[in-house]
Nanobody, 118 residues
Framework: QLQLVESGGGLVQPGGSLRLSCAAS????????FGWFRQAPGKEREGVSC???????TYVDSVKGRFTISRDNAKNTVYLQMNSLKPEDTAVYYC????????????WGQGTQVTVSS
């Protein structure tokens, strides 16, 4: 089992940057793939970025070139560096962990609010 706690959200102006953190505990960090999802008010939750056990990364097209996902195995933490933020990035961002071995149990954090506004 795993517990996830997101942090780092806040209010930032368009063009600014934030770094989100997802601290994992209660499991073996290296046994999980991680992802970041976001949900804006009135909209469906969407996947933003994922990072594999081997640190390979994928991104949704809308954030490519602006966001960078990374993981620090020594700190049991996954990060999402968000640069050149746009108002449409405003959402609650959720951390997800998926066990790398079937049945691939999923875990979710509580979310952290990101607001991009002037």
């Amino acid at each position: 089992q795993l517990q996830l706690v997101e942090s780092g959200g806040g209010l930032v102006q368009p063009g600014g940057s934030l770094r989100l953190s997802c601290a994992a505990s209660g499991g073996t960090f290296e046994h999980y793939d991680f992802g970041w999802f976001r949900q804006a008010p009135g909209k469906e939750r969407e996947g933003v970025s994922c990072i594999s056990n081997s640190a390979g990364a994928t991104y949704v097209d809308s954030v490519k070139g602006r966001f960078t996902i990374s993981r620090d195995n020594a700190k049991n933490t996954v990060y999402l560096q968000m640069n050149s933020l746009k108002p449409e990035d405003t959402a609650v961002y959720y951390c997800n962990a998926k066990y790398i071995t079937w049945p691939s149990v999923n875990y979710w954090g509580q979310g952290t609010q990101v607001t991009v506004s002037s």
